[in-house]
């Protein structure tokens, strides 16, 4: 009788071994998609593509998202991060607000090539987004996740009110 019983417990064991070990698979695979979605924006210098430190840059997301736009800090390394609203399929990028006083400043030029359309969320995060640069001949390569804004700081000589 007691080589039954420990057949039995030994199959009970290797089962909850197992669940064990599929379980947080599982989990993760179910719970993925739930996950917030984040994008990293680069702001580069249109000119000589280093990075443009402590600025910030709004991105306007679509449809019916409100409030209308995330504004992004990017730190001295001229990156940031946001997470991407639930819902939003679309969004098209903005320079600003100016830190500081007088947040309603020019903070600096855009070099972006116009877009005809607004950006998908989902191209974004499966291969990334690389506008045209108008300032100058530097280029970046698309990274999943990222996007790059192309700028120049604003020269001193030019007005900054919008």
Known sequence: MTVPLKAKRAAQSTGLRMLAIALPFVCTALCAPLAAQTITIRL?????????ADKNVTLEWSPDYSPPGSVIYLGKD??????????????IMRGGPKIGKEP??????????PMSDMIQVSGVLKRGY???NTCGKMTAVPRPGEIVFWATPKPWWQPDMQ
């Open 78 to 91: 001229g990156i940031g991060t946001v997470n991407v609203p639930i819902g939003s399929e679309f969004f």
């Open 44 to 52: 580069l210098n249109g000119k000589t593509g280093l990075p443009l």
């Open 130 to 132: 690389v506008p045209g």
């Open 104 to 113: 309603y400043r020019i903070p600096f030029i855009n070099c972006n090539a």
